[in-house]
């Protein structure tokens, strides 16, 4: 069965750090573009980054760049989100999502339960 | 980046209504559209890929179609289980933008 966990959310202060990961099972993530999706609360659900499978390729949205490094370990079959000067505004619940739609044939789409960062002091 | 508008933000329906909603790319996108549908506390399933085409286990009712910068998601005669909220995905060029999203309430 194929799962993914994400851990590393926390209260942290404006301009702290959070590494966040994804552990990926039932599947071997080297083969797959990964991604993370966030959502504040009560909000949309907003890309903030992808990553092709051997890492060479990362892209981010606008408002994250220069502040999030997104890297994999696929000996680990896992993918990580470095945050760094964190904002209020970073505050929302992080999936981690294979979502099939980046690898050529599409495959299905599976996502996280999400690990919940809120930035604030 | 590409910027997507989603509309309408919500809308009122009853059951066995024909509901739509529509993603509008600020480029060219050709097919690159998914569909999403999430449930309050839940997190999103895809409905559609490739702007039309229905992933497998979904009811036929639902139904994409466009191309190039314009997209609907229609769903042919609501059920309860449909009350939801919808998203639309660009994913041109490895990148991905969500829509605002559609939220789908009973009348």
């Known amino acids: 069965e194929v799962q993914l966990a994400e851990s590393g959310g926390n209260l942290v202060q404006p301009g702290g750090s959070l590494r966040l990961s994804c552990a990926a099972s039932g599947f071997s993530i080297s083969n797959y573009w990964m991604t993370w999706v966030r959502q504040a609360p009560g909000k949309g659900l907003e890309w903030v980054a992808n990553i092709n499978p051997n890492g060479a390729e990362k892209y981010y949205v606008d408002s994250v760049k220069g502040r999030i490094t997104l890297s994999r370990d696929n000996a680990k079959n896992a993918v990580f989100l470095q945050m760094n000067s964190l904002r209020a505004e970073d505050t929302a619940l992080y999936y981690c999502?294979?979502?099939?739609?980046?690898?050529?044939?599409?495959?299905?789409?599976?996502w996280g339960r999400g690990t919940q960062v809120t930035v604030s002091s | 980046d590409i910027q997507v508008t989603q509309s309408p933000s919500a809308m009122s329906a009853s059951i066995g209504d024909r509901v739509t909603m529509t993603c509008r790319a600020s480029?060219?996108?050709?097919?690159?559209l998914a569909w999403f549908q999430q449930k309050p506390g839940k997190v999103p399933k895809r409905l559609i890929y490739r702007a039309s085409s229905l992933e497998s286990g979904v009811p036929s009712r639902f139904s994409g179609s466009g191309s190039g910068t314009e997209f609907t998601l229609t769903i042919s005669g609501l059920q309860p289980e449909d009350f939801a909220t919808y998203y639309c995905l660009q994913h041109h060029n490895y990148r991905g933008t969500f829509g605002q999203g559609t939220k789908v309430e009973i009348k």
């Open positions: 480029q060219d996108i050709s097919i690159y």
């Open positions: 999502a294979r979502l099939g739609l980046f690898d050529g044939p599409v495959s299905s789409d599976y």
